[in-house]
């Protein structure tokens, strides 16, 4: 397939293309491990999205548990870029089951090698203390935001991808980091998303468009601390290493808001964190992640 054929076919209905490599085929082989196999949706730079590839491997961990027990957390780490063009191949090591949690370990491979290396743990329900973090602050709803991609897919369209092709929508409080970094160059940042049309009721999979969702926009509080837009020439940002905690059911269909914070910058890393909030303020997830960022060196710094 082209490149324009792949855009062409993404563009009819990207929520579908998230559905198409969330279907995951199960080999039928086992020998220590449980293997499955996924395909990847287009990207204009031919890597594999990172929050893609997460969202498989929890879902692939968690086809090998039974239907009692919930994906809470999961801790992943980056290897390799991935190429979008192939297959991914994923191994699922049973590491423990116990009375009311479950351990799995999942290796997601591209030509024989690991592209990601992840483990996640699974409870069943269970009733004890009850708490949670309210959000500390009063946003506009995203209706008063409201589009923020189509006046900028003009200047941000890449290989002809618009940011509206994307099957998360994206409204950002403090204004889009794509292009300059507008306001007060602060490291936090809150983002309303969603997906852009309903995808049923499966709780499993509104968890794994969390996971996918998780890893857009995180990486944002870190660049705007410093002012710094994705348009810069010549930066390098790739994500280290991922964690997610799943606190509560919700939908992803409806509007989330994924506040984010960086608490430290040093040696060309950067750590962020966030918390993802329903629009009634539950809170459903908390996130943390710690990205590469590489900038170039001015003449001046070189002399």
């Known amino acids: 397939m082209s490149e324009s054929e792949a855009i062409a076919r993404w563009r009819e209905d990207p929520v579908a293309g998230l559905l198409g490599v969330f279907d995951l085929t199960d080999t039928g082989a086992r020998t220590t491990e449980d293997i499955f196999t996924a395909s990847s949706h287009f990207m204009p730079s031919g890597r594999i999205f990172g929050g893609q590839v997460l969202a498989q491997s929890m879902l692939a961990a968690s086809r090998t548990v039974g239907d009692d027990r919930v994906i809470h957390s999961m801790h992943g780490y980056f290897l390799r870029p991935g190429d979008a063009s192939q297959d991914i191949t994923?191994?699922?090591?049973?590491?423990?089951?116990?009375?009311?949690?479950?351990?799995?370990?999942?290796?997601?491979?591209?030509?024989?090698?690991?592209?990601?290396?992840?483990?996640?743990?699974?409870?069943?329900?269970?009733?004890?203390?009850?708490?949670?973090?309210?959000?500390?602050?009063?946003?506009?709803?995203?209706?008063?935001?409201?589009?923020?991609?189509?006046?900028?897919?003009?200047?941000?369209?890449?290989?002809g991808l618009r940011l509206t092709d994307r099957p998360i929508e994206l409204r950002y409080v403090e204004g889009p980091v794509y292009m300059r970094v507008d306001g007060a160059h602060v490291p936090h940042q809150a983002v309303w998303a969603r997906l852009r049309r309903p995808i049923g009721d499966d709780?499993?999979?509104?968890?794994?468009?969390?996971?996918?969702?998780?890893?857009?926009?995180?990486?944002?509080?870190?660049?705007?601390?410093?002012?710094?837009?994705?348009?810069?020439?010549?930066?390098?940002?790739?994500?280290?290493?991922?964690?997610?905690?799943?606190?509560?059911?919700?939908?992803?269909?409806?509007w989330v808001l994924y506040a984010q914070e960086s608490p430290n910058a040093r040696g060309g890393r950067g750590?962020?964190?966030?918390?993802?909030?329903?629009?009634?303020?539950?809170?459903?997830?908390?996130?943390?992640?710690?990205?590469?960022?590489?900038?170039?060196?001015?003449d001046g710094a070189r002399s």
Do not use: C, N
């Open 271 to 298: 750590l962020a964190t966030g918390r993802i909030y329903t629009r009634d303020g539950d809170l459903l997830a908390s996130t943390a992640q710690e990205v590469m960022v590489r900038l170039p060196v001015s």
């Open 90 to 159: 994923l191994s699922v090591d049973r590491i423990h089951d116990g009375r009311s949690f479950s351990t799995r370990r999942t290796q997601a491979y591209q030509g024989g090698a690991p592209i990601l290396s992840m483990i996640a743990s699974f409870q069943v329900p269970d009733d004890g203390l009850d708490h949670a973090a309210s959000f500390d602050g009063d946003v506009p709803s995203p209706e008063e935001l409201g589009d923020q991609e189509t006046a900028l897919t003009r200047v941000t369209s890449f290989s």
């Open 203 to 254: 709780p499993l999979l509104h968890r794994a468009a969390l996971a996918y969702l998780s890893d857009l926009s995180i990486q944002e509080s870190i660049l705007r601390a410093h002012g710094i837009a994705w348009a810069t020439p010549g930066m390098k940002v790739a994500s280290l290493d991922h964690a997610m905690w799943w606190h509560r059911d919700g939908r992803v269909d409806d």
